[in-house]
């Protein structure tokens, strides 16, 4: 991937010639070790203004959200098994996007690159356009669920709307815009390797997810750079997420001074409209692994430290077959939050499951479809129905034990106590002992 603002910015042939076109300074952008095999390599060289170095030393943002108290130390994170649902999360017309962003669960260490961060961000401020912020932790997987984000990176813009996602890999640079208004969504923050697509096996060579539609920003670049590089008035500000604590520097030159840039390592953004649906035209539909839009893959080949998933509108055809997922006890952790519409194991509404809200459902935590919707499911008329027009709920599901911080049990106060009990409080006894077995289950004769 390529893109100039300018035809002549990019050297050709080579990337880093002893004094690169229009007096940019090149600089290498690298999201895996320089000797990571080459189907994960992944560099990108820029072609800037300033090298991105220039700027006074860094001091901790104490005040800042993430800084206070260490909320998001790991050592603070509360590890249970109990099925967790919320409320929708509330809008935050205070906040920018930076300072709404809310850990609601995770996993793992940054300072390891090991494991996930799970956030919920609310905001109603466009970030200031002398401020940027990026992340060391992590790779930043956005899904918009209300407003649209206009989001300016190093290397470019993206649109991100509702129904839409977007990642921002770990270190690039970037200022968020609210063109329509206050926002809300969700995140997840990877703190090792980066997303990609997921094997196809049978499926072939096209299906989900497809490469052709996943869209990288084109170059943009401003021209401040202050009096002097140096020594100009420093009003931009630079903050830095490192190990779940915010950074902060000023300096006098734009940090969006990239002109031109090519490599592989790059934000980008996916229609989630995109998304090549594929499903069972027999009976009993696949695993919800089935719906997966990007992976990230931990070193045990088919185990994701983190799956993005979605349960997209489709047709649902498959005969004498219980069509919404089953009950069930996984080994993965399971964090679901829903864009828009309903979902199709649970009811809608009022202290249902409602878009804007979550579900945690954890290591081996029983779960499934709740006690109405099963009854619905069980006795529906199996004809071919197109399910869930306007809708979209996903998944984060991860090989790691999630546990829940602080604010996501209780300062929020979104947590739903009745959960539990709404959902599988009145499940049925279905069960009818076949005549002539004896109490304990042998046939008589
Ligand atoms: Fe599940």
């Given at each position: 991937m390529a893109s100039t603002r300018i035809m002549s910015a990019l050297p050709i042939g080579q990337n880093s010639p002893q004094k690169p076109p229009h007096g940019l300074y090149a600089e290498?952008?690298?999201?895996?070790?320089?000797?990571?095999?080459?189907?994960e390599n992944k560099q990108s060289w820029l072609y800037r203004i300033l090298p991105s170095c220039a700027h006074p030393?860094?001091?901790?943002?104490?005040?800042?959200?993430?800084n206070s108290d260490k909320p998001y130390d790991a050592s603070k994170l509360q590890y249970i098994p109990n099925q967790l649902r919320w409320d929708p999360f509330d809008h935050d017309e205070q906040t920018?996007?930076?300072?709404?962003?809310?850990?609601?669960?995770?996993?793992?260490?940054?300072?390891l690159k090991q494991g996930i961060g799970m956030?919920?961000?609310?905001?109603?401020k466009s970030m200031d356009e002398r401020t940027a912020f990026y992340s060391a932790d992590g790779d930043l997987l956005i899904v918009t669920q209300d407003g649209v984000l206009d989001i300016r990176t190093d290397l470019g813009w993206l649109l991100v709307r509702p129904m839409e996602i977007c990642v921002i890999p770990r270190g690039i640079r970037y200022q968020v815009h609210l063109p329509s208004g206050p926002v809300r969504g969700y995140a997840l923050e990877l703190y090792q390797g980066h997303f990609t697509l997921p094997e196809l096996g049978p499926i072939g060579s096209n299906g989900l997810a497809n490469a052709r539609d996943?869209?990288?920003?084109?170059?943009?670049?401003?021209?401040?750079?202050?009096?002097?590089?140096?020594?100009?008035?420093?009003?931009?500000?630079?903050?830095?997420?490192?190990?779940?604590?915010?950074?902060?520097?000023?300096?006098?030159?734009?940090?969006?001074?990239?002109?031109?840039w090519h490599g592989n390592y790059y934000p980008y953004k996916y229609d989630l409209g995109r998304f090549n649906?594929?499903?069972?035209?027999s009976f009993d539909h696949p695993d919800p692994s089935i719906f997966t839009v990007l992976t990230?893959?931990?070193d045990h080949a088919g185990t994701a430290v983190a799956d993005f998933v979605i349960f997209p509108p489709r047709w649902m055809v498959a005969e004498d077959t219980f069509r919404p997922p089953w009950y069930h006890r996984n080994t993965m952790s399971e964090f679901m939050g829903l864009i828009d519409g309903v979902y199709d194991a649970k009811k809608g509404g009022k202290g249902g499951f409602m878009p804007g809200g979550a579900s945690l459902h954890n290591v081996m935590s029983g779960h499934g479809p709740d006690a109405d919707s099963y009854e619905g499911a069980r006795n529906a008329e199996l004809k071919p129905v197109h399910f869930g027009k306007g809708s979209c709920a996903f998944m984060f599901e991860s090989c790691l034990m999630v546990g829940v911080t602080e604010w996501g049990l209780n300062t929020c106060q979104k947590v739903q106590n009745a959960y539990v009990d709404h959902s599988w409080g009145s499940v049925k006894?279905?069960?009818k002992k076949p005549e002539g077995a004896s109490a304990d289950g042998h046939l008589l004769k």
């Open positions: 290498k952008l690298s999201g895996t070790a320089f000797t990571a095999p080459r189907h030393p860094f001091q901790e943002d104490k005040g800042g959200p993430f920018d996007f930076v300072s709404g962003l809310r850990l609601v669960a995770g996993a793992g260490d940054p300072t956030y919920i961000y609310a905001a109603g996943f869209q990288a920003p084109v170059a943009c670049f401003s021209e401040d750079s202050g009096a002097t590089a140096a020594e100009g008035p420093n009003t931009y500000t630079i903050t830095a997420k490192f190990n779940n604590t915010l950074f902060k520097t000023q300096q006098s030159h734009t940090p969006f001074d990239v002109v031109a649906t594929i499903g069972s035209v990230a893959q931990s006894v279905h069960w």
